[in-house]
């Protein structure tokens, strides 16, 4: 990237970053003595407290354009550097970015331990790249917004995690209600009615955490069937509400589908009323009032036109709502959406290029092509985890 290409307000973050940084820029050319000295590098302590090394990179070689070298064997990439007339490395190795002091004496084969001199160096060398790193914010963002325009982006996936959180508490939910019925046959009322508030307070929790997982996981799903492709449209339904992400994610034409849509949207509606007001209840019971029929519950609702109601729907029991996650996933999985299981469930990032390419139409196929896709992308990901380019 040139600097024409950059608009006129990055443009000047740049100037900026480049007049701290232009002490660091290499002034000659490299000796092959330097050079091998260089390759014999020591990683500084004073190089530990370098920004990450995406933004030490856009930095130093995508803004500043400074002189690097690319992939090596357990190197991502590498910046020398001369600091007072003498070398270093900015470098992103295996086990992290550093600063690196060459090894001086022509006669060693091998690194030796940092000099105190370098040390020195180093430490304000890392000052210099923080400070250049805080100048060139504006450029951060804007490379950022470039970027989510477009399909050169990876997913997190952390599916297995929330579904092993809504697994636990639904799992805790049924030990407590066994332990519950248990104890009342023993007549132990005491600890019974204790036993019976955990399996509630581990049920709600329960429901919470498949709602967590599930608008994760929509997204996903959505990305999978090569709904949504770029940075942007992720974005915008991450923002959206869990029933546009259901609605995207699995057709809702089908009769069962349409069927599990509505009860988890009311449920959905229960749980947000009692997250969002202020926890008073699943329908927004807030309030009672006295009448000649005795105690009336008044209830907040969604409205802004009508805020207040007593009419209610009965809310859903925490178990029944539990019983009608569990036949959902029965049959989500029962779908053709199944082969889409064995990729959230792995672990790997969702490519969005894959969507955009066809990768993810053919994996999508069936679940031995599925396998096979994902077995590739193992070894791919644990290559590049290994930076054995």
Known sequence: MTEPDLPPEIAKSRERAAALLEPLRLARRLSSEEKMGLFLSSRTNGGRSLPPYYLVYFLLIDLLQFPHSGQGEKVAWSVPLQYRGRNYLIEHRKMGLGIFEPQHDSTKRMSGAPTEQGEKDATDICKLVQRACSVAKPYFRWRAEQEAMGSKLNVANHSSWLYERYEFFSNKASESDLQHTALMSRK????????????????????????????????????????????????????????????????????????????????????????????????????????????????????????????????????????????????????????????????????????CNGAYVSAMESQESMASFLDALHHHWDDAANMDW
């Not at 209840?281 to 009336?296: D, I, T």
């Open 188 to 355: 132990d009322y005491s600890r019974a009615r204790q036993a019976n508030t955990e399996a509630h307070w581990f049920a709600q929790a329960a429901i919470e955490a498949f709602f967590s997982w599930s608008e994760h996981v929509f997204i996903h799903l959505a990305i999978l069937q090569s709904k949504i492709s770029t940075g942007e449209q992720v974005r915008k339904l991450a923002s959206a509400e869990w029933k546009e992400k259901f609605r995207l994610a699995i057709d809702i034409r089908c009769p069962d589908a349409k069927k599990h849509f509505d009860g988890l949207l009311d449920l959905r509606v229960q749980i947000r009323n009692f997250l969002a007001h202020g926890s008073f209840g699943k329908r927004g019971e807030a309030f009672s009032f006295h009448s000649g029929a005795g105690a009336v519950p008044l209830l907040i609702t969604e409205s802004t036109e009508h805020p207040f109601d007593i009419y209610q729907r009965p809310s859903t029991k925490d178990f029944d709502a539990l019983r009608l996650i569990s036949d959902f996933l029965g049959w989500l999985w029962s779908t053709d959406l199944g082969i889409a299981k064995l990729y959230v469930d792995s672990g790997l990032p969702i490519i969005l290029s894959d969507a």
